[in-house]
């Protein structure tokens, strides 16, 4: 079957405090790939009642620091499946009460397979895109599982249709 990319989608809201800045008083990255573990782990749990383990979080590209007062998004979803694994991306923001700014600070893949035990009875779903930039995070997992795009590489470009996208 085919699922749509909606029903895969989990956004998870944190309040910055001082508690978790570092030595430079910005957000803690160790913060950051905590959450995103939390979030990515609930978008497998959206996607099949099959149990997954993270594989590897493959790659977090930080693109900007995240400051005191303001909070920290992810959203993530499903974007790409194999035989026994999916690929999850996240996309990081740091919204800013006082400007009311919402800015892209980083880009997350992380790797899920499925635990031992699970048996297949079944292919694991399709997932089905539908905005540009999500196909666009779809159909980079090749070029990036093949070396011919660097992550940098890919969250550069993506922060550029980031930025077309939500008009920033």
Known sequence: GI???????VIGNYTIYKKNMNRHNTLFGGYILFWLDEIMG???????????????IDTYQFIDKVCENEFLKIKSYVSSVGKK???????????NGETRHERLV????????????QVLKHK??????????????HFSHEERKNYKITNREFSKEYLKKYNQYYGA
């Open 85 to 95: 694994s999916i690929e999850i991306f996240a996309e990081v923001t740091a919204y």
């Open 42 to 56: 609930m978008t497998a749990r959206k996607y099949s009642e099959l149990f997954f383990v993270t594989a590897s």
């Open 106 to 117: 980083g880009t997350a893949f992380s790797t899920f397979s499925l635990r031992k035990d």
């Open 3 to 9: 699922m749509n990319v909606d029903k895969t989608k």
């Open 124 to 137: 694991l779903e399709e997932i089905e895109y539908n905005t540009e930039i999500e196909k666009f995070v």
